[in-house]
């Protein structure tokens, strides 16, 4: 696993695809996070941390 880069406050970039926080869940009580593939904008995960959607992104590109 590599490192995201920054794009602005809540949102970074990740081999090919965008990383972006979208804040405070209140029914789960948890901040929510999600992959979003830029080719297609798709949403590829989701999340409650940014290393999960990581974790999640290089899984989802090993198996496509």
């Not at 794009?7 to 029914?27: A, D, F, S, T």
Request: some cysteine.
């Amino acid at each position: 696993m590599g490192t995201a880069k920054r794009i602005r406050k809540g949102e970074y970039k990740y081999r090919g695809y965008k990383i972006l926080c979208h804040g405070y869940y209140e029914p789960e009580q948890r901040v929510v996070w999600e992959g979003i593939d830029e080719d297609t904008g798709e949403a590829v995960a989701h999340g409650y941390t940014k290393k999960d959607i990581m974790i999640a992104i290089d899984n989802f590109s090993s198996n496509a």
